[in-house]
């Protein structure tokens, strides 16, 4: 198997270059002029421990050493799993100053993701923290190596047990790094954010990546004074550059590292340290503004909350602004490229009903219906998209690849969307999301939120489940808010008084206290259907054989 690669067609790639998305940075050279520039300037903040730039580029660069002195060579990759600690920097931009290629993991990901995700991209090296939430990853690491021809060394961050490596034994002299890598070769891996299946990996190049934080920074505001709370995994995409960490670094200002999503640490830690700007997915969303109405926390410096990683209802984000005192900012994207923002600029409408529009003007949106033919504004359709920073391949897989790719290169993002006249995107969902009731079309989405604005229901899930004599019919989870209660006629009756057309009106209300997650926090509808429609068979192949 060859190197990652990511290659766009000459045409494309020379018009991006003279519109100057592309600039030729690279990773290794972004930390390098940071901490020339502001040696003593803080750019981590985790617990007590603070961060200079000056001491995350000299850790880094000694670690990168580190890695080179165990033969590791350039383009060779090394896998990274690591929790919201400052080690995973220090082992990432190490990884890209010898050269590597991270491939980031997530830390929920376990023994089948991980072996997976090393095989698959042939990693020579691991890097783990040792426990995160009392799970043993340095012994997963061990067991992972153990399958795998290649997998030469395992360093763990924190307790290293025999057969591992210490991180903080991994050390060198600079002077051997090589030199900065082609801004056009991969950067790093990211893993594609589906809900079932094993992950795919996603080759990003460097100046296709740092011009997705480059667009960020300018579309959020983000300058050496702003401060980014890391709530979600620092290996996920969303945290990652939506501005994210990375986006931070680029602007010279300073990340929090969060050491759990729970509102009570991150609202004590967005006082104490003046978060600026932070990003939730809309489960951990809900979760703060339900604990912000009880507890009123001081959230005075918290200019932004960034939604993102599923579609955040409008019922919901309409009362981000009055419970939280901040502006709302929704983010649609993708690992594979394509981010969307809504603007300062926008409507209370455009920001709350709308998951935003394109960073780049070169983003290129097709709105398509399931025979390909493109629908009119306001219609709903199939999402493709290419442009300077979304890529045309995933890591070695054809098959993947065939189905997720045009043969013109855009990308197939499997997402129901409505495009307005203003270019900004309303997400319907996946594109089997959609309910087929008798005929009638059902947006899961719309009667999610029409739940939502109950106020016992704190969050919603509706899904289509079969039916020998509609073909579909729709459920409802309902998750109820803590200590409150609800139940179906009491739900069906508030949709009939909101004047829903009957056939939305959901079939069937169960009752749950949760909901099942992918590893970055989504809610994974695929996973509720089948388990629905699991259920429902057994109960019906039960009831036939009394």
């Not at 580190?66 to 995973?88: S, Y």
Request: net charge negative.
């Amino acid at each position: 198997m060859s190197n990652p690669t990511q290659i766009w067609p000459a045409d494309r790639a020379r018009s991006y270059r003279e519109k100057g998305y592309w600039r030729g940075e690279t990773f290794p050279a972004l930390l390098r002029q940071r901490a020339a520039a502001h040696p003593d300037r803080i750019c981590l903040t985790s617990g007590t421990q603070n961060w200079s730039y000056a001491e995350l580029h000299t850790r880094a660069l000694r670690f990168g050493a580190g890695l080179v002195a165990l033969g590791l060579q350039p383009g060779e990759r090394i896998l990274i799993q690591m929790g919201n600690v400052p080690e995973f920097f220090q082992a990432v931009f190490g990884a890209f100053a010898a050269g590597l290629v991270p491939v980031y993991a997530l830390p929920a990901h376990r023994r089948a993701e991980v072996q997976h995700l090393a095989g698959k991209s042939q990693a020579r090296a691991i890097v783990v923290q040792d426990k995160i939430d009392r799970f043993d990853h340095a012994q997963l690491a061990l067991e992972v190596q153990a399958e795998l021809d290649g997998l030469d060394h395992v360093i763990i961050s924190g307790t290293a047990p025999e057969g591992t490596l210490a991180l903080e034994d991994i050390q060198g002299d600079p002077a051997c790094l090589p030199a900065d890598p082609d801004p056009q070769s991969v950067a790093f891996l990211q893993i594609s954010g589906g809900s079932t299946g094993l992950p795919k990996l996603i080759p990003r190049t460097h100046d296709d990546y740092i011009y997705s934080l480059r667009g960020s920074n300018a579309l959020c505001g983000m300058d050496e004074n702003s401060v980014y709370l890391a709530v979600l995994p620092n290996a996920h995409n969303f945290t990652m550059s939506s501005p994210g960490t990375f986006g931070t670094f680029y602007a010279g200002g300073r990340v929090v590292l969060c050491p759990t999503p729970l509102p009570q640490i991150a609202f004590g830690l967005s006082a104490r340290e003046n978060v600026t700007i932070t990003g939730l997915v809309p489960p951990l969303a809900l979760l703060w503004l339900d604990a912000a109405e009880k507890l009123q926390p001081d959230l005075s410096s918290l200019q932004i909350l960034q939604v993102g990683g599923a579609k955040f209802l409008p019922e919901a984000a309409r009362r981000v602004t009055p419970v939280l005192g901040c502006r709302l900012q929704q983010v649609f994207g993708m690992a594979e490229g394509l981010v969307c923002y809504t603007r300062a600029e926008d409507s209370d409408a455009l920001v709350i009903g709308t998951q935003g529009r394109p960073i780049c003007p070169d983003d290129e949106v097709l709105v398509l219906d399931d025979a390909g033919h493109p629908v009119p504004d306001g219609q709903p359709g199939n999402l493709l998209t290419r442009g300077p920073y979304t890529i045309s391949a995933y890591h070695d897989d054809p098959s993947a690849n065939a189905r997720s790719f045009t043969e013109d290169g855009f990308y197939r993002t499997g997402d129901m969307v409505i495009r307005l006249p203003s270019g900004h995107l309303v997400v319907q969902g996946r594109s089997n999301d959609q309910i087929n009731r008798n005929g009638e079309k059902i947006s899961a989405e719309e009667v999610e939120d029409l739940l939502l604005s109950h106020p016992a229901v704190f969050d919603a899930v509706v899904v289509s489940i079969p039916d020998a004599r509609l073909g579909e019919r729709a459920c409802a989870f309902i998750q109820p808010k803590e200590g409150q209660s609800t139940d179906a006629s009491a739900l069906r009756a508030h949709l009939r008084a909101r004047d829903v057309a009957a056939f939305k009106i959901p079939d069937e209300i169960r009752m749950v206290t949760g909901f099942a997650t992918t590893a970055v926090g989504k809610i994974s509808r695929r996973q509720l259907r089948e388990s629905l429609r699991a259920s429902v068979l057994a109960e019906e192949a039960a009831a036939q054989e009394a």
